[in-house]
């Protein structure tokens, strides 16, 4: 069971991203996803999730408007758009779900915005 995030870097205030998370080793299809986010010297924080289907999606109101949570269950892959970016949405993002009551966490990407 595996996720691999990648996609992050280093954009100016007012950038765009694209995050790509990578599943295998279960049916993704079945499961909702979601991307946090953790700041240096910060709390690790929930950005967006979606639901299995895709139908459903939920952000932060700290990201409302700017990001897009979505998937290709054909691709086992779930994407974050992150649009207007500014120097608060530096962080690492993880790519997470629950799979019988435990968390999976990919490595992380880096992502940092300048002013």
């Known amino acids: 069971v595996q996720l691999v995030e990648s996609g992050g870097g280093s954009v100016q205030f007012g950038g765009s991203l694209r995050l790509s998370c990578a599943a295998s080793?279960?049916?993704?299809?079945?499961?909702?996803m979601n991307w946090y986010r953790q700041a240096p010297g910060k709390e690790r924080e929930l950005v967006a999730t979606?639901?299995?289907?895709?139908?459903?999606?939920n952000y932060a109101d700290s990201v409302k408007g700017r990001f897009t949570i979505s998937r290709v269950n054909a691709k086992n892959t779930v994407y974050l758009q992150m649009n207007s970016l500014k120097p608060e949405d530096t962080a690492v993002y993880y790519c997470?779900?629950?799979?019988?009551?435990?968390?999976?966490w990919g490595q992380g990407t880096q992502v940092t915005v300048s002013s």
């Open positions: 080793g279960f049916t993704f299809s079945n499961y909702g």
């Open positions: 997470n779900t629950r799979r019988y009551g435990s968390d999976i």
């Open positions: 979606i639901t299995s289907g895709g139908g459903r999606t």
